[in-house]
């Protein structure tokens, strides 16, 4: 069978072989705390009961033909106000797109912006822009980014790979780290793109953002949520933001997700996303519009499910410190946003106990899911070296005393590596 070239090569992900681990496992009755998903296991974080009247309602009220093109006026009217309310962003409906999760929105944005043999520049780790760039057929850069600077990229690491690029794809909180950009950071990172747009002659293709901050109403602490234009009004024309309903709601299956960004851009995406027919159900749409509208049940929620997500994440990091103190070669990121801790288990070149030698991070993996029934992700899958002893733990689809019970088993598999 002939495939297209872009079917060919593109690469599978390195979490499904994980999964295909822990389900083999599963199979044979094993009790895995999974930390590799994510994902929400929504019998621990169910969404809104609001939200799933509404949908509930919305089908009742028979709301099941198509959805316009841009997603429905009273839904981008509302994500206009949630998004002025939470982080402060003046937005018209006008500027917004909404679409199935906000997958399509990234896809579209690489469709309306870059085109084959274009240089896309994004940190590593991060999540799926390797992908992105294999479909459009773009010249992918990859930037390392320090694990002393909380695996956050900085001017000075992306300086050297911004002339002549199209765009330069940013998270934050990041997926796979659940860090977050300082302020001096990102405004450093702003005025570099400035900077560079500033040397490209009239007409030609300037240097975009495409803003991914589908995390920004998950961080703790006195960690605080900063954007591109909020920063740096001047970039407004060259910044699309990604975000949604999917983290924030604990609502990865309801498929709602929003872009934003200049009036032209989000035009054209939305004739991409109309093509693909991405659009969110509208039953959903109706929903989450009326949701949205209710801002004291949204801040119940959101308190109550952050503070929630934040306990785990805690007794993950503390966990981890502590097996640190007793000595093991571990280390942890304090957690700043997100559903992820960015832990370090630094085994690679150990010996298991059946003689097998832990070549990188990967092996690593393996081994503590088969001794400690505990599942991470390497930084290889967001595309790092698997020399790079860097893992993600997720918290979403493990409850608080799974996680508990698991650190203890961390520690008792690592100390039989000789
Ligand atoms: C950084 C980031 N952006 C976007 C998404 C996609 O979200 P959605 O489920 O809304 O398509 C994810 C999902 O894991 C993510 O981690």
Same mark, same amino acid.
């Given at each position: 069978?002939?495939?297209?070239?872009?079917?060919?090569?593109?690469?599978?992900?390195?979490?499904?072989?994980?999964?295909?681990?822990?389900?083999?496992?599963?199979?044979?009755?094993?009790?895995?705390?999974?930390?590799?998903?994510?994902?929400?296991?929504?019998?621990?974080?169910?969404?809104?009961?609001?939200?799933?009247?509404?949908?509930?309602?919305?089908?009742?009220?028979?709301?099941?033909?198509?959805?316009?093109?841009?997603?429905?006026?009273?839904?981008?009217?509302?994500?206009?106000?949630?998004?002025?309310?939470? &982080?402060?962003?003046?937005?018209?409906?006008?500027?917004?797109?909404?679409?199935?999760?906000?997958?399509?929105?990234?896809?579209?944005?690489?469709?309306?912006?870059? !085109?084959?043999? !274009?240089?896309?520049?994004?940190?590593?780790?991060?999540?799926?822009?390797?992908?992105?760039?294999?479909?459009?057929?773009?010249?992918?850069?990859?930037?390392?980014?320090?694990?002393?600077?909380?695996?956050?990229? @900085?001017?000075? !690491?992306?300086?050297?790979?911004?002339?002549?690029?199209?765009?330069?794809?940013?998270? *934050? $909180?990041?997926?796979?780290?659940? @860090?977050?950009?300082?302020?001096?950071?990102?405004?450093?990172?702003?005025? %570099?793109?400035?900077?560079?747009?500033?040397?490209?002659?009239?007409?030609?293709?300037?240097?975009?953002?495409?803003?991914?901050?589908?995390?920004?109403? %998950?961080?703790?602490?006195?960690?605080?949520?900063?954007?591109?234009?909020?920063?740096?009004?001047?970039?407004?024309?060259?910044?699309?933001?990604?975000?949604?309903?999917?983290?924030?709601?604990?609502?990865?299956?309801?498929?709602?997700?929003?872009?934003?960004?200049?009036?032209? /851009?989000?035009?054209?995406?939305? =004739?991409?996303?109309?093509?693909?027919?991405?659009?969110?159900?509208?039953?959903?749409?109706?929903?989450?519009?009326?949701?949205?509208?209710?801002?004291?049940?949204?801040?119940?929620? &959101?308190?109550?499910?952050?503070?929630?997500?934040?306990?785990?994440?805690?007794?993950?990091?503390?966990?981890?410190?502590?097996?640190?103190?007793?000595?093991?070669?571990?280390?942890?990121?304090?957690?700043?946003?997100?559903?992820?801790? @960015?832990?370090?288990?630094?085994?690679?070149?150990?010996?298991? $106990?059946?003689?097998?030698?832990?070549?990188? *991070?990967?092996?690593?993996?393996?081994?503590? /899911?088969?001794?400690?029934?505990?599942?991470?992700? $390497?930084?290889? =899958?967001?595309?790092?070296? !698997?020399?790079?002893?860097?893992?993600?733990?997720?918290?979403?689809?493990? *409850?608080?005393?799974?996680?508990?019970?698991? /650190? $203890?088993?961390?520690?008792?598999?690592?100390?039989?590596?000789?």
């Amino acid at each position: 069978m002939s495939l297209s070239n872009i079917a060919k090569n593109l690469k599978g992900s390195e979490i499904i072989k994980i999964a295909g681990e822990i389900n083999e496992l599963k199979r044979k009755g094993e009790q895995i705390a999974n930390l590799t998903i994510g994902d929400f296991d929504s019998n621990i974080y169910p969404i809104p009961p609001e939200l799933k009247n509404y949908i509930k309602e919305a089908y009742d009220a028979n709301q099941t033909n198509y959805p316009p093109g841009d997603g429905l006026l009273v839904l981008r009217d509302s994500i206009c106000n949630f998004m002025q309310e939470h &982080l402060g962003l003046n937005l018209t409906s006008n500027e917004i797109l909404v679409s199935s999760g906000s997958r399509p929105i990234i896809y579209a944005t690489y469709l309306a912006l870059v !085109d084959p043999g !274009d240089t896309v520049v994004f940190p590593a780790p991060s999540w799926n822009n390797n992908h992105y760039c294999d479909i459009i057929g773009a010249k992918g850069i990859a930037v390392p980014a320090d694990a002393d600077n909380n695996f956050m990229p @900085t001017a000075a !690491d992306l300086r050297p790979h911004l002339k002549g690029a199209t765009m330069l794809a940013l998270c *934050s $909180p990041l997926n796979p780290t659940g @860090t977050m950009f300082s302020q001096k950071d990102l405004e450093e990172i702003c005025d %570099l793109v400035i900077e560079e747009n500033r040397t490209r002659p009239a007409g030609s293709k300037p240097l975009y953002i495409l803003y991914d901050q589908i995390y920004a109403m %998950l961080t703790f602490g006195g960690h605080k949520h900063l954007d591109p234009v909020s920063l740096r009004p001047e970039l407004k024309d060259y910044v699309v933001y990604i975000d949604g309903a999917s983290k924030c709601f604990a609502a990865t299956g309801i498929r709602v997700g929003w872009g934003f960004g200049p009036e032209k /851009i989000i035009n054209a995406m939305r =004739a991409i996303v109309s093509h693909m027919g991405a659009w969110a159900p509208k039953p959903e749409q109706v929903a989450m519009a009326k949701f949205l509208q209710e801002k004291s049940k949204v801040d119940k929620f &959101l308190g109550n499910f952050k503070a929630r997500v934040q306990k785990s994440l805690d007794a993950l990091y503390v966990g981890f410190q502590k097996l640190k103190d007793e000595g093991l070669k571990l280390d942890a990121i304090e957690p700043m946003g997100a559903i992820y801790l @960015t832990l370090k288990i630094d085994y690679s070149g150990k010996v298991a $106990p059946d003689g097998t030698i832990l070549k990188n *991070s990967t092996d690593i993996n393996f081994y503590l /899911i088969k001794e400690a029934k505990a599942a991470f992700v $390497p930084f290889s =899958a967001f595309g790092t070296g !698997d020399d790079i002893n860097w893992f993600r733990a997720s918290v979403g689809a493990c *409850s608080l005393q799974d996680i508990q019970e698991m /650190i $203890p088993r961390v520690g008792e598999a690592l100390r039989k590596l000789k």
